[in-house]
């Protein structure tokens, strides 16, 4: 089998959208200041812009360096709680508005695309939840039962069809949501940022942020060659925030997924393999997910980290990953690999924390960015131009901690790496 060269992320060499913004080099003002061009910022630059409000958008990297551009690519409804587990969590009016507007993610995201003309690869044949065991075809009926209570169009496939549409024996089952779909991460990212600059948004790359703090009745955010003040801040930047003085760091459980993709597949095996190109991930565990992109190679995830000890675990992991699913796939070449972290919260749901007057961090989506991202970021936005905490997905609250974060990290990589060295065998 073809060895995947460390580090090369499928996503940025297939982006069709492509994106060039100036580092900020002066003082400037606007009306609202954002922090991190992810999924959460550009789609809150977006809105924000196109309700006519001037905004500069500070990306210390490149847009969709972080997970936005690392990730799976599925646009699913919800969060990986089942919805009934979310509203016990957070109270059924705050759980119902949460679990609400993260059902409708999809259609935002779709009709996004469809209205910008974003060119991501995007494929709206829905998402399946594959059960792996008898124990995760339970859980995939109550969740089934779950959704079905909300309205929504979902269908519970037995082993059978859960084979024809994968093309893999090796599910008992599975969950199709027909809502969602799959993109290309980081295209559809670039996408969403080159409609906020069409829109008159700012946007500066390779500019950190190194302070932030309320200066009269706005902020002032500072960069190494400028800064700008405004009457609002979003920090939108998740498992890739750096420290910026003045504010307290966001408190979460750094997380690792990983990708390995293969070359394109023949016609051939495209007939047999996901023939309608859902995305899936399974009820394991250590969860695991595959999908083919838009030229057919067929990409394999799981939770764990390429960059550290376990990396040749995971390696090897993916390769018999793939031969049990699709023994016909045994030894095919790998083109790339790379990984990216998950901002995951204790509770596993998403945090809206108050940094002072119109000032707002966002945070947590544990492992679902797409959807949460942006829809968070419109409603982020809609805060933003009124103030009104109501139009927000869930409350925001002053403070959050993780207690022991490092040590929950080091449990969700080992894990993960001595399961994927004994899995799969």
Same mark, same amino acid.
């Given at each position: 089998?073809?060895?995947?060269?460390?580090?090369?992320?499928?996503?940025?060499?297939?982006?069709?959208?492509?994106?060039?913004?100036?580092?900020?080099?002066?003082?400037?003002?606007?009306?609202?200041?954002?922090?991190?061009?992810?999924?959460?910022?550009?789609?809150?630059?977006?809105?924000?812009?196109?309700?006519?409000?001037?905004?500069?958008?500070?990306?210390?990297?490149?847009?969709?360096?972080?997970?936005?551009?690392?990730?799976?690519?599925?646009?699913?409804?919800? %969060?990986?709680?089942?919805? #009934?587990?979310?509203?016990? *969590?957070?109270? !059924? @009016?705050?759980? &119902?508005? /949460?679990?609400?507007?993260?059902?409708?993610?999809?259609?935002?995201?779709?009709?996004?695309?469809?209205?910008?003309?974003?060119?991501?690869?995007?494929?709206?044949?829905?998402?399946?939840?594959?059960?792996?065991?008898?124990?995760?075809?339970?859980?995939?009926?109550?969740?089934?039962?779950?959704?079905?209570?909300?309205?929504?169009?979902?269908? %519970?496939?037995?082993?059978? #069809?859960?084979?024809?549409? *994968?093309?893999? !024996? @090796?599910?008992? &089952?599975? /969950?199709?949501?027909?809502?969602?779909?799959?993109?290309?991460?980081?295209a559809y990212c670039r996408g969403l940022a080159r409609a906020a600059r069409d829109a008159g948004a700012v946007l500066h790359e390779q500019t950190p942020v190194v302070s932030a703090a309320r200066e009269g009745d706005g902020w002032r955010v500072a960069t190494p060659r400028g800064s700008v003040s405004a009457g609002a801040l979003l920090i939108a930047v998740n498992?890739?925030?750096?420290?910026?003085?003045?504010?307290?760091?966001?408190?979460?459980?750094?997380?690792?997924?990983?990708?390995?993709?293969?070359?394109?597949?023949?016609?051939?095996?495209?007939?047999?393999?996901?023939?309608?190109?859902?995305?899936?991930?399974?009820?394991?565990?250590?969860?695991?997910?595959?999908?083919?992109?838009?030229?057919?190679?067929?990409?394999?995830?799981?939770?764990?980290?390429?960059?550290?000890?376990?990396?040749?675990?995971?390696?090897?992991?993916?390769?018999?990953?793939?031969?049990?699913?699709?023994?016909?796939?045994?030894?095919?070449?790998?083109?790339?690999?790379?990984?990216?972290?998950?901002?995951?919260?204790?509770?596993?749901?998403?945090?809206?924390?108050?940094?002072?007057?119109?000032?707002?961090?966002?945070?947590?989506?544990?492992?679902?960015?797409?959807?949460?991202?942006?829809?968070?970021?419109?409603?982020?936005?809609?805060?933003?131009?009124?103030?009104?905490?109501?139009?927000?997905?869930?409350?925001?609250?002053?403070?959050?901690?993780?207690?022991?974060?490092?040590?929950?990290?080091?449990?969700?990589?080992?894990?993960?790496?001595?399961?994927?060295?004994?899995?799969?065998?």
């Amino acid at each position: 089998m073809g060895e995947a060269a460390p580090g090369t992320n499928l996503w940025s060499t297939t982006a069709g959208e492509m994106l060039a913004a100036e580092p900020l080099k002066e003082d400037a003002r606007a009306d609202a200041v954002i922090v991190g061009g992810g999924f959460t910022g550009c789609s809150a630059a977006l809105h924000l812009a196109e309700a006519g409000l001037g905004v500069r958008l500070l990306e210390a990297q490149s847009i969709g360096f972080g997970g936005s551009g690392r990730n799976v690519g599925l646009v699913n409804a919800g %969060l990986w709680l089942p919805p #009934e587990q979310v509203e016990q *969590t957070l109270g !059924q @009016a705050v759980g &119902g508005r /949460l679990n609400a507007a993260l059902a409708a993610g999809p259609e935002l995201v779709f009709s996004l695309i469809d209205r910008l003309g974003i060119d991501c690869e995007a494929t709206r044949s829905g998402t399946l939840h594959c059960a792996h065991s008898q124990g995760g075809l339970d859980d995939l009926k109550d969740r089934l039962r779950q959704q079905l209570d909300r309205g929504a169009p979902v269908e %519970l496939l037995d082993a059978e #069809e859960t084979a024809a549409r *994968t093309g893999t !024996q @090796a599910y008992r &089952g599975a /969950l199709l949501d027909r809502r969602a779909g799959t993109i290309q991460p980081l295209a559809y990212c670039r996408g969403l940022a080159r409609a906020a600059r069409d829109a008159g948004a700012v946007l500066h790359e390779q500019t950190p942020v190194v302070s932030a703090a309320r200066e009269g009745d706005g902020w002032r955010v500072a960069t190494p060659r400028g800064s700008v003040s405004a009457g609002a801040l979003l920090i939108a930047v998740n498992a890739y925030g750096r420290p910026m003085a003045g504010l307290t760091p966001q408190a979460y459980v750094p997380v690792h997924y990983f990708q390995i993709a293969t070359r394109p597949l023949t016609d051939n095996l495209r007939r047999s393999v996901l023939p309608e190109r859902q995305g899936c991930w399974d009820t394991a565990p250590v969860m695991s997910s595959f999908r083919l992109d838009a030229a057919g190679r067929l990409l394999v995830g799981a939770v764990g980290s390429l960059e550290g000890p376990g990396a040749r675990w995971h390696r090897a992991w993916a390769e018999r990953k793939l031969a049990a699913l699709f023994p016909d796939l045994s030894g095919i070449d790998l083109e790339h690999a790379w990984c990216g972290r998950i901002a995951m919260t204790g509770d596993h749901l998403p945090k809206i924390l108050r940094l002072g007057e119109r000032g707002l961090s966002v945070f947590g989506y544990s492992g679902r960015g797409i959807s949460p991202g942006t829809t968070f970021g419109k409603a982020m936005a809609a805060y933003l131009v009124d103030g009104d905490e109501g139009s927000l997905p869930c409350d925001p609250v002053d403070a959050h901690s993780e207690r022991l974060a490092g040590i929950k990290q080091a449990y969700y990589e080992f894990g993960a790496s001595l399961t994927h060295a004994v899995g799969e065998r």
